[in-house]
């Protein structure tokens, strides 16, 4: 069906509204996703760029599992979360300190696809944090891995051949590159 109603908005060239909390539809539907909280509309964007340049945490978490890390300090040079330092030139989206608001603070996301399972002869990402496999979730063509570091708890999306090495309550590291991580405002809690 979703096919068929993108094929008419295509003949026709009438614009749709299409009204949806489905993620997956409004990005298969979707020329321009218009994310709305508590009455305001919060981005509108192409549904890559809602997905990967989020306007702010909740707009991450919302569209897709979204690991965050509180940002403790940030500049032209360098952003500075609680367990690790990013190049701030390498990251994908740092908005400009000086320029955006940000009264709840910062934070930088990492998508689960981005966090790589470590294994000894894995070479060196950007970042490498250690924690405790907390679960592990079959998923067809990868394992979605919940890690426990003292700070909280992330997700990963392992690949199989590296899945198949973890196991519940044991140490594992994992890792992700500076490019593939963004910044972006926090959002009070809830």
Known sequence: MQMA?????RATGVTFLYVTHDQEEAFTMSDRIGFMHAGELVQVAPPTQMYHQPGNARVADFVGTANTFPVLSKDDATVVAEHFKLPAAEVAQVPDAAGTAAPDGWVVVVRPESLRVLGPASPRPCVC???TVADLSFKGSY????VTLPSGDLVANADLRTATGLALGEPVRLGFDAQDAWVCPAVPAA
């Open 5 to 9: 109603l993108k094929e008419i908005q």
């Open 143 to 146: 394992t979605s891995v919940k």
């Open 129 to 131: 944090l250690e924690g």
